[in-house]
C-alpha cells in the first residue's frame, strides 16, 4: 500500500504568476464588459488593456467595471476606466486637496493665535513646516484669522474657497515669466535665460555739489507750490473786492471816532432847576466875597432899589 506524504512546506507563489492571474482576470471582466456593450475585441487589444490596467489592484479594477456597465453607453478606453477606478488625474487632485485640507484645520487649531495688536499668525516654537502651496492659499482665501475663526456656517464657503485656490496653485505658477515681470526687466532676463552675454549698463555721470543743490531747491519750490494750493483748497473762497471792502470798513469807523472826539455832549436841565443853582452859587459867593466893588454887591443893591420902586 503507497502512503502519499504531504509536505507543510508553504506554497510559495512567484510575483509572476500573481501578474498573470491578475492580467487574466482583468481580461476575463474586458470580455464580459465588451459583451455587454456590444463590443468585439481583439487578442491584441485585450492585451493592451490588461497590461495599462494592471497597476490597480482587483478592488478599484471592480468597481470600475462595475461603473462602466451602469454609466457607459459604449465600450469605454483606457482613461476612461482608469478615471472609474479613482486613478485618473481629478480625483488624484481632489484627494490630495482635501487630505490637505484636513491637515491645515488640525494646524490652525493647534498652532494659530491672535497676538496683542489682534492679528492672527503662526505661534512662537511651532517646528511644523507649513508648505508654500499652503501658505500662498492661506493668503489668497483671507489669511490665518478666516480659519481660526470660522463658524459652522462659514465653513462650506471656506472649504470651498480653500479647494479652488489650491487646485490653482500650480496653474498660478506656471504662468509665463514675461508676463510677470516690468518690461524693463524681461529683455536682459531673456538674454540670460538663453545664455547670450548681456552688454555692461553704461557708467553714470557723477553729478556735483552745484547740480545736487539746485535739484533740492527745485524740489523745495515745488513741495512748498503744492503746500500752498493745498491750503488754497481748505480756505473758504474770498470775494472779489474784499480788500476794497476791509479798507472802506476801517475808513468808516476811523471817521466815527474822529466825530466822537469833537462832539461836545450838552446836558439837559430843567430851567426852575437851573435857577435855583444859579441862585445858590450866587449866594455862596456872596456870603464868602469882601470887596465892596464886587459886582455881585452892585447887582444885590440895584435889585433892592428896583424891589423899593415897585413896592
Known amino acids: 500500500m503507497e502512503t502519499t506524504k504531504h509536505s507543510n512546506e508553504p506554497k510559495v507563489i512567484s510575483v509572476q504568476s500573481s501578474k498573470h492571474f491578475h492580467s487574466r482576470w482583468i481580461a476575463e471582466q474586458l470580455a464580459i464588459l465588451a459583451e455587454a456593450v456590444g463590443e468585439a475585441l481583439t487578442p491584441s487589444r485585450l492585451k493592451i488593456y490588461a497590461e495599462a490596467l494592471s497597476d490597480l489592484d482587483q478592488q478599484q479594477l471592480s468597481a470600475a467595471f462595475g461603473r462602466a456597465l451602469r454609466e457607459c453607453k459604449f465600450f469605454p478606453r483606457i482613461a476612461e476606466l482608469r478615471e472609474l477606478a479613482g486613478a485618473g488625474h481629478q480625483e488624484s487632485e481632489d484627494a490630495e486637496c482635501r ?41 489668497r482665501t483671507g489669511g490665518w484669522q478666516v480659519y481660526k475663526c470660522m463658524t459652522p456656517q462659514d465653513f462650506p464657503f471656506i472649504q470651498k474657497r480653500f479647494l479652488e485656490e489650491y487646485k490653482a496653485w500650480h496653474a498660478v505658477e506656471r504662468v509665463a515669466l514675461e508676463r510677470r515681470l516690468p518690461s524693463g526687466v524681461e529683455p536682459p532676463l531673456k538674454a540670460l535665460v538663453a545664455g547670450k552675454s548681456m552688454e555692461p549698463a553704461p557708467p553714470t555721470e ?13 524740489l523745495t519750490k515745488e513741495l512748498k507750490a503744492k ?85
Not at 484645520?105 to 508648505?131: A, L, N
Request: aromatic content about 6%; charged content about 30%; hydrophobic content about 35%.
Open 227 to 311: 503746500t500752498a494750493a493745498a491750503a488754497q483748497k481748505c480756505m473758504p473762497p474770498l470775494p472779489h473786492d474784499w480788500y476794497q471792502r476791509d479798507e472802506a470798513e476801517a475808513q468808516r469807523k476811523a471817521a466815527l471816532l474822529e466825530r466822537a472826539k469833537q462832539t461836545v455832549v450838552v446836558p439837559v436841565v430843567d430851567p426852575e432847576i437851573e435857577k435855583k443853582l444859579i441862585a445858590d452859587s450866587v449866594a455862596r459867593h456872596r456870603a464868602q466875597c469882601t470887596d465892596p466893588t464886587c459886582r455881585c454887591r452892585t447887582a444885590a443893591s440895584e435889585g433892592q432899589e428896583a424891589a423899593g420902586g415897585r413896592a
Open 99 to 139: 487630505l490637505m485640507w484636513d491637515k491645515l484645520s488640525r494646524f490652525v487649531d493647534r498652532y494659530i493665535q491672535s497676538d496683542v495688536w489682534g492679528g492672527y499668525g503662526i505661534r512662537e516654537g511651532c517646528t511644523v513646516e507649513v508648505p508654500q502651496r499652503v501658505l500662498d492659499t492661506v493668503r
Open 206 to 218: 557723477a553729478k556735483d555739489a552745484s547740480s545736487v543743490e539746485a535739484e533740492i531747491a527745485r
